[in-house]
Every structure is written in structure tokens, then in C-alpha cells.
């Protein structure tokens, strides 16, 4: 059993910022990657940015005003959102590739967190 428990979403102002943060638990042997996606209304769900050991990256919409940090090691995540755009709302989800005590390895989600960049 893997659980992505997120913590973090809100209501901001546009210019704003809001930090997210993820933390794996249960049966985990190795995270390769871990990242945070986002899913608006009546869109398909997009990489927003992703972490390993050796490399981080982002799309283009939010590099530069978003950081994604953690210690993989720690099965530990966080997404700092900057300067927010009205457009950067959505429901952000953590993401996991792992390898669990079955000797499988797969992606995990966690629960989703809303985030609405408003005035």
C-alpha cells in the first residue's frame, strides 16, 4: 500500500504565492521521480514539473516562476508557485514512480489539492 498525501492548495490573489507540499509513505523500496501535475476544468492533466536524483524540469508556462524541491531519498516533495497566474488554476496532484515491496514499479497519485488564483 503507497499513499501521496499533498498539503498546501488555496486561494491567492494573482501575483501571489502558495507552496505545496507531497510526502510518500507505505510499502517503498526506490522513487525514481517524483513530480506535480495539474488538471483545469474541461482539460486534459499536464505535467507542471518533475524531480529525480540527477535532474529537475518544468513546462514552459510556469519555469521561471515555479520551483519544485524535495529529497527523493525522504520520499519528500514540495512545488514553490510564484508570481500565479488567474490560468495556473486547477487541481494540482503529486505524482510517484516507484518501485514497491512487490518489486513492481508504477506511478502513484496522490488525492489532488485545488489551487484558484483569483482577485
Known amino acids: 500500500q503507497v499513499q501521496l498525501v499533498e498539503s498546501g492548495g488555496g486561494l491567492v490573489q494573482p501575483g501571489g504565492s502558495l507552496r505545496l507540499s507531497c510526502a510518500a509513505s507505505g510499502s517503498i523500496v526506490n522513487i525514481n521521480a517524483m513530480g506535480w501535475y495539474r488538471q483545469a476544468p474541461g482539460k486534459q492533466r499536464e505535467l507542471v514539473a518533475r524531480?529525480?536524483?540527477?535532474?529537475?524540469n518544468y513546462a514552459d508556462s510556469v519555469r521561471g516562476r515555479f520551483t519544485i524541491s524535495g529529497d527523493i531519498a525522504k520520499n519528500t516533495v514540495y512545488l514553490q508557485m510564484n508570481s500565479l497566474k488567474p490560468e495556473d488554476t486547477a487541481v494540482y496532484y503529486c505524482?510517484?514512480?516507484?518501485?514497491?515491496?512487490?518489486?513492481?514499479?508504477?506511478?502513484?497519485w496522490g488525492q489532488g489539492t485545488q489551487v484558484t488564483v483569483s482577485s
Open positions: 524531480i529525480t536524483v540527477t535532474s529537475t
Open positions: 505524482n510517484a514512480y516507484l518501485k514497491t515491496v512487490a518489486n513492481t514499479w508504477a506511478n502513484y
